[in-house]
Every structure is written in structure tokens, then in C-alpha cells.
């Protein structure tokens, strides 16, 4: 079983089996747990329905660290940028996104059509590094990416696992 280290005071769960921190909401007397999630998947293939996907989640109650529903300012361009960000360094956006998948309770993967490209593969074996929960909505077309991801499931599915 994981060993929780809880400090009642605090708004923080430090669980030490996984290095991930997860935050808490004061609701009335009771405390309860704010589930938390990164998004990734392809922005040039596929932003459009990602951003309903990032919708959804926060329509269920999921705090979806990154990325925040935007426009993309830059449609030719191979890297996209968005109107919310504030620098146009690839290496720089990447980088944050990287932190909150540290942050964030699990990661999820937006992949129609099992699609996952390059820098998804690389944000999921981040996650994997930090021991953090990948959950894919399809099933990955690579092989090997398939033993990397922990469940194939929706919005839905994956907020219940998360809140456990």
C-alpha cells in the first residue's frame, strides 16, 4: 500500500510511492481532493477536438494544468503557439508543459485514431519517469507505446480513477 504523508494543516497530499502532489479544496468542514490533469496529443492534427477534450475534464471537476484552451496564431507554422502563451520558444513552451505533467495527477493522451507523435511519445515517457498515470483515450497505433500507457478511457473513466 502507498505510503501518504498528510499534514492536516496543509493543502497539499504528498504521496511518496508516486512523487506527485495533489491539492485539496476546502469544502465546508470537509476536505476534499482536487483531481488534477495534463492534456497532450497533436495540435496540428488534432487541436480542435482536444480543446473539447480539456473542456470536458474541467466540466467534471478536473483541474487541467496544462494546456490552457486557446487559439493557435501560428496554423503554418510546425511548432504551434498560441494566443495565451507568452513566448514563441518551443523549447520554453515544452518545458512547462513538462512541469505540469510533474504537477498534475495523471497525464492524458488525446489520440484519434491512435495517433501519437513524437512529442507525445516523449511527454509520455516523462511521465513514466515520474511515475505519474498515462491514460490514452485510443489505443496507441505503436506497440511499444501501448505498454506505457495504463488505461484506454474516456474524460469520465479516467477523473474516477484519479479520485480514488
Known amino acids: 500500500m502507498a505510503r501518504q504523508e498528510v499534514d492536516e494543516t496543509a493543502d ?11 491539492t485539496r479544496v476546502q469544502i465546508g468542514d470537509e476536505r476534499m481532493e482536487t483531481p488534477s490533469i495534463a492534456v497532450s496529443g497533436s495540435f496540428r492534427r ?4 482536444l480543446c473539447k ?6 466540466a467534471l471537476g478536473v483541474r487541467v494544468l496544462s494546456p490552457k484552451v486557446s487559439q493557435i496564431v501560428n496554423p503554418s507554422e510546425e511548432f504551434a503557439i498560441l494566443e495565451s502563451d507568452d513566448t514563441d520558444d518551443p523549447r520554453i513552451l515544452e518545458e ?17 485514431g491512435g495517433y501519437i507523435g513524437l512529442s507525445v511519445a516523449m511527454e509520455i515517457g516523462w511521465a513514466h519517469g515520474r511515475r505519474a498515470l498515462v491514460f490514452a483515450r485510443f489505443m496507441p497505433v505503436d506497440a511499444m507505446l501501448r505498454h ?13 480513477i484519479i479520485t480514488i
Open 46 to 49: 488534432h487541436y480542435r477536438s
Open 148 to 160: 506505457f500507457v495504463a488505461e484506454i478511457a474516456t474524460p469520465r473513466q479516467a477523473k474516477k
Open 96 to 112: 512547462r508543459h513538462l512541469e505540469q505533467i510533474e504537477k498534475a495527477r495523471a497525464l492524458y493522451i488525446w489520440n484519434p
Open 12 to 22: 497539499t497530499i504528498y504521496d511518496a510511492s508516486v512523487f506527485h502532489v495533489r
Open 53 to 58: 477534450c480539456v473542456r470536458e475534464f474541467e
